[in-house]
Nanobody, 114 residues
Framework: QVQLVESGGGLVQPGGSLRLSCAASGSIFRLNVMGWYRQAPGKERELVAVITSADSMHYANSVKGRFTISRDNDKNTVYLQMNSLKPEDTAVYYC????????WGRGTQVTVSS
């Protein structure tokens, strides 16, 4: 049974940084595509970044140059380093694993506000 647990969200001022973590269990982590998605109030869930098993990374245009996705296969963990945060980055951030099916964590709230 796949489980994804996010952590690292919180309240940060504009221009600040946060690092999200997602610990995975129940699947062969290193073989899977991992991703971060976000959903703001009243909006659809959108892709933020993904990283493949070959460490190929893809980002939404809105976060390019500010966010970095990475993975540690020894720790079964994927990270999202978020720098130069903006109020429009405020959302619930979800971890995703593609392993035959799509698996989701419960989400972690990120609020960017002064």
């Amino acid at each position: 049974q796949v489980q994804l647990v996010e952590s690292g969200g919180g309240l940060v001022q504009p221009g600040g940084s946060l690092r999200l973590s997602c610990a995975a269990s129940g699947s062969i982590f290193r073989l899977n595509v991992m991703g971060w998605y976000r959903q703001a109030p009243g909006k659809e869930r959108e892709l933020v970044a993904v990283i493949t098993s070959a460490d190929s990374m893809h980002y939404a245009n809105s976060v390019k140059g500010r966010f970095t996705i990475s993975r540690d296969n020894d720790k079964n963990t994927v990270y999202l380093q978020m720098n130069s945060l903006k109020p429009e980055d405020t959302a619930v951030y979800y971890c995703n694993m593609k392993s035959g099916s799509d698996y989701w964590g419960r989400g972690t709230q990120v609020t960017v506000s002064s």
